[in-house]
C-alpha cells in the first residue's frame, strides 16, 4: 500500500501567540496516539482572520483554536454553533466537519472539568467571579449552566460586568448579582467557590493580585485561578494562607486541550501526557 505523507492540521490563531505552549501539549498526545496530525502555532494580525479562516477550508484543516483577539469576530465565519458558544459569544475552537465550520467554547469546560478532578462540583454552589472579560464570560455561564445555585460577578468595568450578569439573567437559570471592583472589597460571606478570572498576575506581572481583602475568604471556600503563567498566582497564595483549597489554571488549560483534542481527532486524549508535558514546560 501507498505511503501516506500528508499529515492531519490542526493549530491556534492568534496575536500575540508567540508564548502560546498548547502545541507542546497537543503535539505530544498525538504522538502518545500515534496520530499524524500537527498542531500549527500561527500568528494571525487583527483584520487578516478571514483569510486565515478561509486557509483552514483550503488546507482542509481539522480545526483551529482561536485566542487573543479573534475569539468574537470569528463567529461570522462559522457555519454553526454549540449552545454555550453562542449563549458565551465567543469561540475558542473550531471544528471542521467536510467543510463546515462548527464553533465551540471549550475554556469554561475546561474549568469545570479542572473542579471535577478536585472533587468538586458546581452543582447548587454559589460561585463568585472576578473578572467580566472572555475567560470570565466562559467560566460564569458554564457554571450556570452546570447548575450553580447564583453566580456573582465582580468586574472593574461596570458596562461590562452589568452586561454579563444580564447575559446569565437572560440565558440560564442561575440567580446573578453584580459587584463593583472596589479596591480592598470585601468577597460576599455566601460564596463557596472564588474564581479570579481577570488577567491579573499573568506573566511577567506574577507579582500581582487581585486588590480584595484576603481576610474575608475562608477555609469552607474553593479559590480557583484561570491564570496559569505562573501557575502559583499570589491570589492562590494567600487563599490558600486562610485555608481555602486552591485550583490553578493548568487544569482549565489542559482539560480544554484534552477536549479539543477530542473534537477534533475522535480519540480519547491521554491526559496524563498533557499534564506531564505541560508541567515540563513550566518547569514544575
Ligand atoms: P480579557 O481581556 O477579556 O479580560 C480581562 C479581565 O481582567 C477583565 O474583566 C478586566 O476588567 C480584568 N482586569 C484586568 N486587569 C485588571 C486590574 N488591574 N484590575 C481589575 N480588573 C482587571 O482577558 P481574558 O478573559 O481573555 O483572559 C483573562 C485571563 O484568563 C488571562 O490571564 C488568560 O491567560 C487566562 N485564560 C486562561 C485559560 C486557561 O485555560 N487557564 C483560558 C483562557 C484564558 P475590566 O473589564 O474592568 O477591564
Known sequence: MAKCYRSELVGAFGC?????????MEEAAFREMSLDYR??????NPGDLKAAIEGVKAFQMKGINLTIPHKVEVLRYLDELSPAASIIGAVNTVINREGKLYGENTDGKGFLQSLEDEGISPLGK???????????????????????EKVIIINRDEVRGKELVDLLKSRTKAQTQFIPFIKGMDIPAETDIL?????????????????????????KMTAADVVFNDPNTRFLAEAGKRGAKAINGLG???NQGALNFELWTGV???????????????DL
Open 16 to 24: 500575540p501567540i508567540d508564548e502560546n505552549p498548547t502545541g507542546v
Open 39 to 44: 498542531y500549527l502555532t500561527v500568528k494571525v
Open 126 to 148: 454559589r460561585i463568585t467571579v472576578i473578572g467580566a472579560g472572555g475567560a470570565a464570560r466562559a467560566v460564569a455561564v458554564e457554571c450556570a449552566l452546570a447548575g450553580a
Open 195 to 219: 474564581v479570579n478570572a481577570t488577567s491579573i498576575g499573568l506573566y511577567p506581572d506574577c507579582d500581582k493580585k487581585p486588590e480584595i481583602n484576603y481576610d474575608t475568604i475562608t477555609s
Open 252 to 254: 482549565m488549560l489542559v
Open 268 to 282: 480519547k486524549p491521554p491526559v496524563d501526557v498533557m499534564v506531564r508535558t505541560l508541567k515540563e514546560e513550566f
